[in-house]
Structure formats: structure tokens, C-alpha cells
């Protein structure tokens, strides 16, 4: 889903009426995750630009940790990405502290599509991407989402970001399944690195995280500094 | 005479006393006693459970303990269900400060926010005051390891060693005569449960009848997230009890 408005231009300066921008592609990022053998992955690029044409930041991750076995990555417009993170660390803390347990990954998907459907009408700009494992079984689960919440859980990948068509793309092409967590990685950073490429809204390196039941892989990547 | 003035919270009786708050703290006597004892290393909470039967389902959920974030936990004496709701309220406060600061909660900035809470039951709406004593025990960047106690009229302070509940003054005066604040966690961790059981009505302390919790530094380097709470196992109760048993207090 993509929310266009029209820009407005500076007061006394001239008008350009081929100046409309979407609000998702104001800061730029490109999200992947993946499902591999008893592992997940999931990968964010580096980028933090403001306005499109001003790259801010190259160390700006979009991955967040809501516990051991469980991550969540927003792309979009960026304050909302980040106010988004606090919301969702709010509600797993105080999950946690009452239920005495972490959350399944399912769980949260479904508070993070509700936290989005409260502002089914006035929403945030930010396209969620959850993956993780089950506490007790260790069963992966990933799932991708709108900006109000419309969840599609998958037993493959999963992408979002300014580039989807070539995320997916890549994607497609170089998945296979139950991959094991070193194979995944590769791939996962692979698809990632030519996925964004192509976009000049996304790149600037990448992160990746793989997680398996007792064993976290986090390795930053060097891609294409432009 | 006090029967005129008893009734209402929010009346003052000629000698200048609100009864319903003093009621309520006489009502905290009666329960289960708590002690907290702060040092360098971190804080230790022990307390005396008063709810003991085979029946009870023993889950996560602890009688007198509750952890109120990563940094900060409290021990409660009291009306348990009155308790809930303060601990829910202390919950929500601390998530939405970490939300909004993106920092933990300093201590005193909770416990402050309780204890207003707590206040208003005595001043506003004519309902009875919360007949909870809580001690919290907690670690923050700019006052490091920290003990507070607060009751049920909204009064709280900070405290080197303290005690709440049955017989909390043998036990402050034992504390007042054996707590050092250069103690070690250790040596805190002993002379909680021996004070405990110089208050509790039985002569030998068991394993079953306590609880105990700590917020410490996990490794040496005392950074926020190097602070975590923890509640002792069954294990560790069962040496110190066995310690507390066996060691003989000096006569004061």
C-alpha cells in the first residue's frame, strides 16, 4: 500500500507539479526475511537519508530486538519506525513481567497488527516485518505487513521496503529451503545486497541477523556505499 | 471519641490524626514480614510467607515478590489485592518513561509516583487508603543501588536496611546492630534471612516459609544493562537457611 500526497513546495518558491512524493519512500530502507532448517534471518539496510536526496546516516538499522528469539524490522517512514519500536518494546515488557514469559512470535505479530489498526485512519507509515522462533518449540515464523496491519505470514520470505519488485526478485530467485543457518545467511545477504542495488533510496551496507533456538549470527555486511 | 472521626478518610480528628491511614498501617502488623537491605554490590529483599499450603499451585507468581522492571523489584506486605493494582500502576509507569526517555525509570521517580497515588486514597474521593507497605529495591545511573519504603499514607524514604510488616521493629533493631553498609551481597544475603527468623513465630527457619530476591550487578561493570533482578532458588534457600539456623546472634 503506498500513501501518495502531493509535496507541497516552499512558500515563494516555484511550483513543480512534477513533484509528488510517497511518504513511505521520504527515508528509504529494504527488509528481508527469510526461513531456514529449525532458523530465521532477517536483513536490513544502512541507510537513513531525509527528503530522498540527503543520505543522513549509514548506520541506521531498521532491525529491532523484542527478545532472544524474536525480531521485528520496519521500514518506512522513519519516525514512525522508531516511535513504532518503543510501542512494540512497551507491550512485550509488560507482557513479560505479567505472563512471566516471552511472547510467541504469532502473539506479537498480532499486537503489532493491532497497535497498526488503531490507526486504521490516520495510520503510521511503517511496513512491519516480523521473524522469529517459538520459545518452546523453536519453530520459525515470519510474517509481512501493511502499514494498517494486514498480516501474510509465509513459510518462505518475506520483503518490504522502497524496492520490493527487485527484493522479491532476488528473492525468488536464490531461495530454497531448509537451509542451514550459515547457507541462509548467505543467501539472505546475498538477496539482500542485489536487492537494493537497484534503489537508490536503500543500500549503504546491511545488517543481518540469523537466529537459531541457541545461537545468534549478527554480521554487518559492506555493499555499494551510494 | 476516635469512633467520630474513624470513618471517613478524609476527615482529620480534633488531635490532628487521619485514622483511616493509621488503621491501615496497624492492618500491615499484621502481615507477613519483609526486610531489604541495600550494599554496594546491589540490593536484597527477603520476606515471610504467610499463605503455606500443600494445595497451592507454586507458579511464576510470588507471594511477596514482584519484579517492577529489569532494575527495579518490590517486596510487598499487606492486602495482596490492593497491592495488584499498585504494582500494575508501577508497571505502566515505568514502561511508559522508558518509552517516552528512553531510559530505565529512576527509582525515586517510581516509587514517587506510587506514593501520590497511594496519598490520594487519603485525601480525595472518600475511599479507604491501599493497605500495602512496599519495599523497593532498585539500581539507576545517576544513584546507584537504592532502598526505599513507603506505607499506606504516601510516605516514603530512602533506606540503608529496613523492615516492614510483623515485628519490624526487632527486626530494625537488629538491623540497626549488625547491618554495616560496606556489607557484602553475601553477608546482606545472611543477615536478611536472620533477621527473618528472629521475627517469625517459628524457631527454625524452613526453606518453604521464605522468599528471597536481589537486584545486582550480573558483572562488574555496573551499566544498566548489566543490572538484573533475580529471585533465589530453592537451592540457595535451602543453604542460607540452613546458615541462619546454625549461626547463633550475638546478644545486643
Redesign the interface.
Known sequence: VEAKRESRPARGAPQNPLLAMSIMSYNGAAIIAMVGKNCVAIASDLRFGINQQQTTAVDMKKIHKIHDHLYVGLSGLATDQMTLA??F??RH??YK??E??NMKPETFAHVVSNVLYEKRFGPYYAEPVVAGLDPVTGEPFITGMDLIGAMAPTTNFVVCGNNEESLFGVCESMYKENLEPEELFEVIAQCLLAGVNRDCLSGWGGVVHVISKDKLITRTLKGRMD | MARRYDSHTTTFSPEGRLYQVEYAIEAISHAGAAVGLRTNEGVVLAAEKKILSKLLETSVASEKMCKLDDHVAVAVAGINSDANLLINSARLFAQRYAAGYSEPVPIEQLVHHLCDQKQGYTQFGGLRPFGVSFLFAGWDKSSGFQLYQSDPSGNYAGWTATAIGANNQAAQAILKSEYAPSMSLNAARKLALKVLKQTMDSTILMPEKVEMCEVARAHEVPSEKHIRFRMASDKELEELCGLANSATLPTS
Do not use: A, E, P
Open positions: 518503543q510501542k518494546k512497551f515488557n509488560l513481567l505479567r512471566g514469559r
